[in-house]
């Protein structure tokens, strides 16, 4: 019994452990953008992903963040802007402008390699985080609806790598 309750509370204490090595910590004044993602990106190991074009990196937020997920970063950073957060697979965030995330959109393209160039029939192709999917023609054609024009698609075929 004794042994029991040691190991019950020894796998709790390496989960806890575990999960606040998720959490993050931050103090932000009156910091640029840029600076606040390059910041978040050395805490916590997220990346962004976002176009110079479409986001305005001179925005200067505070805010302050005590021992809490990236879910709660971003929630900061979007009351504070006219941004979207996308949390995506691989520690990865998509930025975009508010609104743009919301517009659907169809991508068409064409699978092939270097010993293909003619294209790869039977590719899966997926949006990423999701189960929505197609397999390419036999010409390495596809035709995906997509929930918005930021959607990341990941690419799988016997022999090759997931890209």
């Known amino acids: 019994m004794k042994l029991k309750l040691l190991i019950l509370t ?12 998720n959490n993050i910590s931050l103090k932000i004044e009156n910091m640029a953008l840029v600076d606040v993602f390059k910041t978040i990106q050395e805490e916590s190991g997220y990346r962004f992903f976002y176009s110079d074009d479409l ?4 925005k200067s937020v505070s805010f302050e963040v005590e021992n809490v997920g990236i879910e709660s970063v971003v929630t900061n950073l979007e ?10 697979d691989d520690k ?20 092939t390699s270097d010993n293909e160039p003619q294209g790869l029939p039977g590719v899966t192709v997926v949006v990423k985080g999701t189960t929505r999917g197609i397999v390419t023609d036999m010409d390495g054609n596809f035709q995906l609806e997509v929930p918005d024009k930021y959607a990341v698609l990941s690419f799988s075929f016997i022999g090759f790598q997931n890209q």
């Open 55 to 58: 986001v305005d990196l001179n």
């Open 10 to 21: 020894a796998c709790l204490l390496v989960a806890t452990n575990l999960f606040a090595q």
């Open 92 to 111: 990865l965030i998509v930025v975009v402008p508010s609104g743009e995330m919301q517009q659907a959109a169809v991508v068409r393209g064409k699978v």
């Open 79 to 88: 009351s504070q802007t006219d941004l979207t957060f996308r949390l995506m």
